[in-house]
């Protein structure tokens, strides 16, 4: 909306009831409700969201990053009622929706990928495969994304249990009881590639972005550029992942993902819309991510020399309604005091204001603090400096980092346990380095 007020274009705002004191309702030149039998439906109501488009005279739909920003059969439905989706094609989100499909359009796109299976529904099927590509294996559901049902099998007798819970898991939360396997790598990184690509041939990669910190396969810091990566290993990530993009005929802002164990990195998945972590990029870029989108959408094309090279370093910390001293349980609850932290290199992307009530219907996540510096060294000290500065009370959040000193203590007991702070896309050394230099 901010992007929009500068480019001269007004916005609609919709809402669910619980977020009808959210700033977004307020900042938008005209504000919405949503009805539904529950918060969470009314936002996911393509029909009521189509409706409200076309009564309001809005000529665009912005997906954001949750609810429908990945559904095809939303995009479909913005087009098909005259309206355009900012974001890829239906067919480009379909393609690498399906994870077993994706894995086959990256292989034979030359894109590396983690040794693994296509779509199983058989146990026994599942049991063959394993032995094939070997113990440990992750179960993960073929119809969706963000670790949601993914399941680790460290040995032949922990397969059968592990292949039944995410079978369940991924009926309910993404409809499809479909799973496939996969190795598992139990000490790489976590890299994504920030992708652009507009209607006229051209796909740029925008740098990467280290995301290997997280808790329950969830991002928790994301930082570019990664640290330790050769200029080499840059190129050749950046390259698979224009691959990656073009293989599906993608336009618009994506993500390529890739896992990174010792000297070889696979394609994880595409995120075909603009991710939660995108402002470290637009940091060191000094682009508008999302004014480029608008563009793209327009018909507009993209530099094909690219932007600006990328100068300084970016870090962002998830403010998330959590405690992260009991399991980073969430804690909704009405926020009392909130003061965000300001001065040079300092950016909040926040969607709180005092006294909003913080519903349990939706995820944890508060606020984005960014920062930016000239060097890594300098962005972890304003980064310290400006968790410092943050006043945030009422739920507990992952703000009260600096107020834990036992908190890598806990990280360590946590992540021995294989609970929050996993090291599925981060190995411990890396999660100390993060943790140690921003705690106090």
Known sequence: MRTCREMGVPTVAVYAEPDARAPHAYFADERVPLAGPSPRQAYLDIDQLVRVARERGADAVHPGYGFLSENPSFAEACVNNGLTFIGPSASSMRAMGDKVEARRRMIEAGVPVVPGTTALRDEQAAV??????????????????????????????????????????????????????????????????QVLADGHGTTLALGERECSIQ??????????????????????????????????????????EFIVSGEDFYFLEMNTRLQVEHPVTELVLGIDLVREQVRISRGE???????????????????????????????????????????????????IRPHQEISPHFDSLL?????????????IGRGRRALQELVLTGPISTSFIQEHPRLLEKTREFDAQGSPLESLYGGAEVAAAIAAAVID
């Open 215 to 256: 808790r329950r396969h969830q991002k928790l810091l994301e930082e570019t550029p990664a640290v330790g990566l050769t200029d080499a290993r840059r190129r050749a990530m950046a390259e698979a992942a224009v691959k990656a993009a073009a293989a599906v005929g993608y336009q618009n802002a994506g993500t390529i």
């Open 367 to 379: 606020l984005k603090l960014i920062v930016w510096a000239d060097d890594r060294d300098a962005a």
């Open 128 to 193: 063959t495969e394993a032995a094939r590509i070997g113990y440990p294996v992750l179960v993960k559901a073929a119809a969706g994304g963000g670790g949601i049902g993914m399941r680790v099998a460290q040995q032949a007798g922990e397969l059968p249990a592990a292949f039944e819970a995410c079978r369940r898991a991924a009926q309910a939360s993404f409809g499809s009881p479909d799973v496939y396997l996969e190795r598992y790598l139990s000490h790489p990184r976590h890299i994504e590639i």
């Open 301 to 351: 094309r993209i530099p094909a020399q690219g932007y600006s090279s990328p100068r300084g370093h970016a870090i962002e910390f998830r403010i998330n309604a959590e405690d992260a001293l009991r399991n980073f349980m969430p804690t909704p609850r009405r926020i009392q005091r909130y003061a965000p932290p300001a001065g040079p290199g300092v950016r909040v992307d926040s969607g």
